[in-house]
């Protein structure tokens, strides 16, 4: 069985802040571990994955995760917060004999003052 | 780029009505998947279907609900009798081939049920 937890559910940065979403799972295979981003009334567009190979993977619009087997984590960072950063990010898992299906965080809420 | 449609955006409807929900997957995908998100909670898994059939289903994916991919683009979700508590957003989602690849998301139908 896999899990996810993500640790606060609101995290709230001063624009330029550094960004850090925390994100742990629990899974009985290697997982693939994914960071999605819903804005307000949106879908869910995938920020990055990671599935084998370098554990520091980037995404789109200057986020990175970093894939700790020993800890559990694949936390997700971002230097520099920016305004149009606020949203709801969600961390997900899955498995290559999982079928494809993701098991979702909680999610958490991120409001970035100016 | 290629998207995942989804139609209608907001259905309100009354408690034990039928609704159907509907999906354009991606054209070159072969796995589809719906989940859903009540307010304010994580997205949870529904159902994966492949091949003309479902593949997995969570314990929420009861009688109540079925899947049909009736003409080899669209990809629907029925709910026969709707009740109060299927009140949430329905995301579909398809995946062109299971392991590495991404799993891309519609934008969601917002079901009201009243």
């Excluded at chain 1, 994100?23 to 994955?49: A, E």
């Excluded at chain 1, 997900?92 to 299906?101: D, E, H, I, L, P």
């Excluded at chain 2, 290629?2 to 070159?28: A, D, F, K, Y």
């Excluded at chain 2, 796995?31 to 059939?53: A, H």
Aim: a neutral charge; one cysteine or more.
């Amino acid at each position: 069985a896999q899990s996810v937890t993500q640790l606060g559910s609101h995290v709230s940065v001063s624009e330029g802040a550094l960004v850090l979403l925390r994100c742990n799972y629990s899974s009985s295979v290697p997982p693939y571990l994914f960071w999605y981003v819903q804005y307000p009334n949106q879908g869910l567009q995938l920020l990055l994955k990671y599935t084998t190979g370098a554990t520091l993977v980037k995404g789109i619009n200057g986020f990175e995760a970093e894939f700790k087997k020993s800890e559990t984590s694949f936390h997700l960072t971002k230097p520099s917060a920016h305004m149009s950063d606020a949203a709801e990010y969600f961390c997900a898992v899955s498995a290559y004999n999982q079928g494809g299906k993701l098991i979702f965080g909680q999610g958490t809420e991120l409001s970035v003052k100016p | 780029e290629p998207e995942v449609t989804q139609t209608p955006s907001h259905q309100v409807t009354q408690m034990g009505q039928e609704v159907i929900l509907r999906c354009v997957p991606i054209s070159n995908h072969l796995y589809f998947y719906w989940y859903r998100q009540i307010l304010g909670q994580k997205v949870e898994f529904l159902v994966s279907f492949y091949n003309n059939e479902i593949s997995e289903k969570s314990e929420i994916f009861d009688d109540q609900f079925s899947v049909e991919r009736p003409d080899g683009s669209n990809f629907t979700l029925k709910i026969r009798s709707t009740k109060l508590e299927d009140s949430a957003m329905y995301f579909c989602a398809s995946l062109r081939r299971q392991g590495t690849d991404t799993q891309y998301f519609g934008p969601g139908t917002r079901l009201t049920v009243l």
